[in-house]
């Protein structure tokens, strides 16, 4: 089992920046990715970022040159930095974490965050 605890999410006005972590417990970890996904009220969730162990990264279209994503192994966390940020960034960011070629997900609590305009 893994748990996922994220934070740093809220409110920021458009163009300013925010810092997620989300720090992953209760398991030997091997190799794995974890990310970010987000989902806006009445849309489906997508992905935002992902991260290997390795240090491999994918980005959604949408966010690539705004957002970062890096990850700490000795301390299992991932970071998400959202740089420029828009209105339509607004959603419940999740925490993601997946053994690398496993089906399972295993997803943190989520944590809000809103861009005004």
């Known amino acids: 089992q893994v748990q996922l605890v994220e934070s740093g999410g809220g409110l920021v006005q458009a163009g300013g920046s925010l810092r997620l972590s989300c720090a992953a417990s209760g398991s030997r970890f091997g190799i794995n990715v974890m990310g970010w996904y987000r989902q806006a009220p009445g849309k489906q969730r997508d992905l935002v970022a992902i991260?290997?162990?390795?240090?491999?990264?994918n980005y959604a279209d949408s966010v690539k040159g705004r957002f970062t994503i890096s990850r700490e192994n000795a301390k299992n966390t991932v970071y998400l930095q959202m740089n420029s940020l828009k209105p339509e960034d607004t959603a419940v960011y999740y925490c993601n974490f997946r053994y690398l070629g496993a089906t399972l997900d295993y997803w943190g609590q989520g944590t809000q965050v809103t861009v005004s305009s």
């Open positions: 991260i290997t162990r390795g240090g491999v990264t």
